[in-house]
């Protein structure tokens, strides 16, 4: 098994695409499964499509399933806070992608999207590990 770890800011945004140094990630590695992890409670990986509204939809579902508030037994950090670490058990924290050649086989209009509502820590890992086969 082959792994590296990426890293992210998150500063001032909610969505990023990780698609292209997923992909390059696993560029020569043949035939095998890919696996892209997130090693935090409040940061979640999603497929989706990007560039079309859908990250300001999925932001909007997210505030209407778990709004910002002071609501939640979890509290400290920023308003709102509790709700970060519910989100990884909706949306997920990890993937795992079949890869063909060398390439992710993702859908026409599939992405590798990093989500993160947290404003308390911008800084993060992603994990990638391809297993070849």
Known sequence: ????????DMSGRTFADLTEPVSAFVADAGDGLLNVFVPHATACLVLMETGSGSEADLADALERLLPRDHRYRHRHGSPGHGADHLAP?????????PVLGGEPQLGTWQSIVLVDTNRDNPQRRVRLSFLGG
């Open 1 to 8: 098994m082959r792994s590296e770890v990426l890293r992210v």
């Open 89 to 97: 058990a909706f949306l997920g924290s990890s993937l795992t992608i």
